[in-house]
Structure formats: C-alpha cells, structure tokens
C-alpha cells in the first residue's frame, strides 16, 4: 500500500528537549515537505526537499531542521523545542506528474 | 492581499443541498490548482485537480477563472459525509511545484 509513515503519532515534550519526528515514504517520490497546522493559521510549509541531498526553507523554517540522506526518509528535528512548536505536524511526499501530495497521518506534538 | 483566500465557513447546508466555494489567489503567474479535503484531525487527501477547462468528477466540479484570479468548487446533492473542510492549493511557481500555498480551508456541515 502507498503510504506515508510519521512517527511519533503524538508526542508531549519539555522546553529544550531534542526530538525528531520521523517521516518515510514508499512511493519512491523525490519531493518530500513538512508542513505544520495551527487554528486560523492554515497549512504552513516548513521545509521541503527536492530530492536527496536537497533540502530548502518553506515559509516558517526557524526552529527547524531536516536531512535528507537517502529518498524514502526525510525527518523533521527540533534541536530546542519551545512552546510555539507546539503544532499539528504534516509530512508529505509528492507525485511527480500529477503533482498531488500525499500525506502522512500527521503527528501532534506539544511543548511544554 | 494574502496569497490564496478562502472563505473560512462554516457552511451549513442540509443533505441535498448544491453548495458552491470559492478561492482567490493573488499570484497571476500561479500555474497549478487543487482542492483538497481533509476531515477533523486527518490528513489532507487530495479532491480533484482544477484544470483551465474546467473538470467534474461526479457530483464535484471544479473551475478556474485566470482572468479573475479564483477557483471554485461546486458540490451537488450534499451527503453527509461531505462535512469537511475544504482546503485550496496554488502552485504560484512558473514551473515545478517547489512550493505550493494552501489556503486556510473553508468548512463544510451538511446536516440530516
């Protein structure tokens, strides 16, 4: 089945505590992106990947960080989490000719 | 004017009901259209593309006006679980889909 995996589901955290949201695709896509969703505040991008070893700034990138070291796999990290991060968080993978994004099941971190 | 606008809703229509939404976007260069549905606390999944001719799927049609910059969405014979919102997404690049901007959503109640 075609599918996006995120990992943790939900996640409550401290202030200052790293962690790493892990995100994977099946699909053998080469785009890949994070997005978070806030009340009133929509879809935010936070960073995409064109491809492996190829990473950008999406619209809120502070606070974040991503590697992408081999297709499948693109994890979010949070170096020092602060209460802002708290958020709904997306992962998404893209096709490449209709340009539809699937996305993972989302995971919903707090910051305390 | 903010990228792409929607209005949030919610929209109440009882079940069998034609309800109409529309987005506005403000990059003219924008090449790319979609409509996007996502249910309470789910993943964003993927309505219909909107092509310039416009395209309907079922009791789903999609349109683009270029020369007024909006799309619209139009659902017929509202069924209950049509109750979502409905998110807009605008690919404002002239060419790949780097980025993609998603509007806020607007929600859909269609009540027995």
């Known amino acids: 089945e075609a599918q996006v995996t995120q990992n943790p589901r939900y996640l409550i955290t401290v202030t200052g505590k790293k962690l790493t949201v892990t995100c994977s695709q099946n699909?053998?896509?080469?785009?890949m992106s994070w997005y978070r969703q806030d009340p009133g505040l929509g879809l935010r991008q936070i960073y995409y990947?064109?491809?492996?070893?190829?990473?950008d700034k999406g619209d809120v990138p502070e606070g974040y960080k991503v590697s992408r070291k081999e297709k499948r796999n693109f994890p979010l990290i949070l170096e020092s989490p602060s209460p802002n991060q708290t958020s709904l968080y997306f992962c998404?993978?893209?096709?490449?000719?209709?340009?539809?994004?699937?996305f993972g099941e989302g995971s919903r971190l707090t910051v305390l | 004017r903010k990228e792409v606008e929607q209005d949030p809703g919610p929209f109440n229509v009882p079940e069998g009901a034609t309800v109409a939404f529309n987005c506005t976007y403000s990059?003219?260069?924008?090449?790319?259209f979609f409509w996007y549905r996502q249910d309470c606390r789910k993943e964003p999944k993927l309505l219909m593309s909107?092509?310039?001719s416009g395209n309907e799927d079922g009791r789903f049609t999609a349109q683009l006006n270029r020369a007024s910059q909006y799309i619209s969405l139009l659902i017929r014979d509202s069924k209950l679980s049509d109750s979502a919102t409905y998110l807009c997404?605008?690919?404002?690049?002239?060419?790949?889909?780097?980025?993609?901007?998603f509007g806020k959503g607007t929600m859909l109640l269609v009540s027995p």
């Open positions: 998404a993978s893209r096709a490449p000719f209709t340009g539809e994004l699937f």
């Open positions: 699909m053998n896509h080469e785009y």
């Open positions: 990947s064109m491809n492996v070893e190829v990473t």
């Open positions: 990059n003219s260069a924008s090449q790319s």
């Open positions: 909107v092509y310039s």
């Open positions: 997404v605008v690919n404002p690049m002239n060419s790949g889909y780097s980025t993609l901007t």
